[in-house]
């Protein structure tokens, strides 16, 4: 019934036609309306060249032992291609504010670490979008590799993932972030950790900062507005379009030398609260 309580993050179905409109389903593994229908079919349809590219890339990593494409850059090129295109295909390419500081940055072919706020799965390609046609990896959990066609971009492309739950793993996620970032490849992630499902930002855990300090690389905030309500949790895809309910905000560098990794934290902190609007800044006491 539409009062009763589903798995959709709690929400009732009423809730959820509330946020999608009178033509909203509730499935097991989240809600639809026509639009996340047609968002879902894009994402496969244009997902399966993706993962027949991704594949060979595997491919020719085995059979020439990773000398081919030792930088793992094909990966994320064809990652890219399905992202732009689903994003342009579903007008889901958000706004995108001060492009130029990160021009100046590539223009000194100098590697950054990119770090936002996270409250949707549209942030991942949000991210990818904004730091554009380079080669960059993800920071990421480890649940994530077992996601269809995105687990196979995630290990064909070098990206980092982390096992919260285990030293070593954290030991080595350190490790090879550093390399990456010495090597002259950017990073991403998402500071916090894990999506806010308040929209709220959330405290940060230090890892990135600690990457970022230690291979002498600046880190770029950027403040991602509105994601949360074009796809709320609850949901299986997108449920509207992001052209015009969401936006990218892109803040100057902020340089680690001749800072601690806390003052870093902090400084990044800050500037990502200034391009949130008021529902996605945190409560007084979340501030740290």
């Given at each position: 019934?539409?009062?009763?309580?589903?798995?959709?993050?709690?929400?009732?179905?009423?809730?959820?036609?509330?946020?999608?409109?009178?033509?909203?389903?509730?499935?097991?593994?989240?809600?639809?309306?026509?639009?996340?229908?047609?968002?879902?079919?894009?994402?496969?349809?244009?997902?399966?060249?993706?993962?027949?590219?991704?594949?060979?890339?595997?491919?020719?990593?085995?059979?020439?032992?990773?000398?081919?494409?030792?930088?793992?850059?094909?990966?994320?090129?064809?990652?890219?291609?399905?992202?732009?295109?689903?994003?342009?295909?579903?007008?889901?390419?958000?706004?995108?504010?001060?492009?130029?500081?990160?021009?100046?940055?590539?223009?000194?072919?100098?590697?950054?670490?990119?770090?936002?706020?996270?409250?949707?799965?549209?942030?991942?390609?949000?991210?990818?979008?904004?730091?554009g046609w380079r080669n960059y990896k993800l920071v990421a959990k480890k649940e994530l590799s077992i996601i269809p066609i995105l687990g196979s971009a995630i290990k064909a492309g070098g990206n980092i993932m982390i096992d919260r739950t285990n030293r070593r793993s954290q030991l080595k996620t350190l490790k090879d972030g550093i390399a990456y970032l010495k090597e002259g490849i950017h990073l991403c992630t998402f500071p916090e950790g894990t999506r806010s499902k308040s929209g709220r930002l959330l405290p940060f855990k230090n890892g990135a900062f600690k990457m970022a300090y230690k291979a002498g690389a600046p880190v770029v905030p950027i403040s991602i507005v509105n994601s949360g309500k074009v796809m709320p949790p609850g949901w299986m895809f997108a449920m509207r379009p992001s052209y015009k309910n969401a936006k990218i905000i892109v803040h100057e560098p902020v340089e680690t030398e001749g800072r601690t990794e806390e003052e870093v934290a902090a400084e990044v902190r800050r500037r990502m609260i200034e391009g949130l609007p008021d529902y996605q800044r945190p409560l007084e006491q979340d501030t740290a």
């Open positions: 019934t539409e009062t009763k309580p589903l798995k959709n993050a709690g929400k009732t179905l009423a809730d959820l036609r509330q946020e999608g409109g009178m033509f909203t389903i509730s499935t097991p593994i989240g809600a639809l309306n026509p639009f996340a229908i047609y968002y879902g079919f894009m994402s496969v349809f244009l997902g399966i060249p993706w993962f027949i590219s991704l594949k060979w890339c595997q491919f020719m990593y085995f059979i020439t032992r990773s000398k081919f494409d030792a930088k793992r850059r094909l990966p994320v090129f064809f990652s890219h291609v399905w992202g732009t295109a689903l994003m342009r295909l579903s007008r889901s390419y958000p706004e995108m504010e001060n492009l130029h500081i990160l021009q100046d940055l590539y223009a000194k072919k100098q590697p950054a670490m990119f770090v936002a706020n996270h409250n949707s799965w549209m942030d991942i390609p949000f991210l990818g979008a904004t730091v």
